[in-house]
Nanobody, 111 residues
Framework: VQLVESGGGLVQAGGPLRLSCAAS????????VNWYRQAPGKQREFVASITAGGSTNCADSVKGRFTISRDNAKNTVYLQMNSLKPEDTAVYYCKVSLIPWGQGTQVTVSS
C-alpha cells in the first residue's frame, strides 16, 4: 500500500487549500490517518488525525482553521485548510500505521 499526497501549492495568506491523501488499498476505513507537516529547518509535527470511527483531532496551531475528513469509498483523506498563514508553509504528509511516508505535498503561503 502506498500513500500519495496532493493538492499543495502557492496561496496568499488568508486563502484556502484542500489537500488529499490517496491510498492504493482500502486502509482508511480501519485505521487512524494522520496529517503531519515539516517546515524548513524544523522537525515534522502533527497536524490532524481521524480515527476509523470518524473522531478527529487537530493541533492547537490549526484548530478552527483546518478540518480533516475521510471518504472511504474513494480511499481518500482530506485536509481542508482555511485562513492560511505564512507559518503554515511546509511539506504536508499523511501517515497510516506502518505504511512508509509518502513524498508529501508542498504548501507555500505568501504574506
Amino acid at each position: 500500500v502506498q500513500l500519495v499526497e496532493s493538492g499543495g501549492g502557492l496561496v496568499q495568506a488568508g486563502g484556502p487549500l484542500r489537500l488529499s491523501c490517496a491510498a492504493s488499498g482500502s486502509i482508511f476505513s480501519s485505521n487512524v490517518v494522520n496529517w503531519y507537516r515539516q517546515a524548513p529547518g524544523k522537525q515534522r509535527e502533527f497536524v490532524a488525525s481521524i480515527t476509523a470511527g470518524g473522531s478527529t483531532n487537530c493541533a492547537d496551531s490549526v484548530k478552527g482553521r483546518f478540518t480533516i475528513s475521510r471518504d472511504n469509498a474513494k480511499n481518500t483523506v482530506y485536509l481542508q485548510m482555511n485562513s492560511l498563514k505564512p507559518e503554515d508553509t511546509a511539506v504536508y504528509y499523511c501517515k497510516v500505521s506502518l505504511i512508509p511516508w509518502g513524498q508529501g505535498t508542498q504548501v507555500t503561503v505568501s504574506s
